[in-house]
């Protein structure tokens, strides 16, 4: 038998059919809950969706809450909050089953993703524009702290203090200002992406660099800088349901 010329799909259950179609708004972002019961769509017009599919049909639509297009969603554990990032620099948390929300956070920059902690729905990470770091979070009190991004295996200490500086520099607020991603420091511009652990003990920073900065989420220091194959750009970061791989 040649085996070259078997299809690979052949004895793969694939889906054959359409069998939703969400009409609700021209979704940007979507995510699960843990149980899979409900989706979370987050719109170019900055509403968020809620589809129950055990219904077939919406249950929420969030019209509130963002003035422009919505860049992320993410669940918590639990499933009873849900956090939002925007284009117009802002995070939002959600109560799900009340569908109001709870606490806005304003920001420096237009928010790239947020990603809420797995057991605490009061932190969560946002990954920024502008060439600005990963900021953690919390809702309670609204504070924001900056993190460090190392963009080499042995970052200098000029770097570290520039990443935990809580206001930006003149150079950034003109390149906020402008719209624009250009150099600062005689680095370039800095692209970052994060992420918590599965038990939310580290943060994961990824950056255009090619490297992966490992935090610890309480004191916010730099524990390990790991440097990917190629030094190719880190657009995104997703830990496996187990935390055993990135």
Request: proline share 4%; aromatic share 6%.
């Amino acid at each position: 038998m040649n085996t070259g010329l078997l299809d690979p799909f052949q004895n793969t259950d694939m889906p054959e059919i359409i069998e939703e179609f969400l009409d609700d708004g021209v979704a940007k972002c979507i995510a699960f809950n843990r149980r899979g019961s409900l989706l979370a769509a987050g719109c170019a017009d900055g509403s968020i969706v809620i589809w129950d599919f055990d219904t077939r049909g919406t249950s929420r639509i969030w019209r509130n809450g963002h003035r422009d297009a919505v860049t992320s969603v993410s669940w918590t554990k639990d499933g009873h909050y849900l956090v939002s990032s925007s284009m117009d620099s802002t995070v939002v948390q959600w109560k799900v089953l009340e569908g109001e929300a709870v606490c806005t956070v304003k920001l420096s920059a237009p928010a790239v993703s947020a990603r809420v902690h797995p057991y605490d729905a009061d932190v969560c990470v946002v990954s920024l524009a502008n060439s600005l770091p990963p900021h953690l979070i919390r809702f309670s009190s609204k504070r924001q702290h900056p993190l460090p991004v190392a963009t080499s295996l042995e970052p200098s200490p000029d770097t570290l203090q520039q990443a935990n500086s809580a206001e930006p520099t003149t150079s950034d607020k003109a390149e906020k200002e402008k719209g624009t991603r250009s150099s600062r420091s005689g680095t370039g511009s800095l692209l970052a992406v994060a992420t918590f652990s599965r038990r939310g003990d580290l943060v994961y920073v990824g950056s255009n660099k090619g490297t992966i900065t490992v935090i610890d989420t309480a004191s916010c220091a730099i524990l390990d800088v790991v440097k990917v194959a190629g030094g190719s750009a880190i657009k995104g970061l997703v830990c496996n349901r187990t935390g055993t791989h990135l």
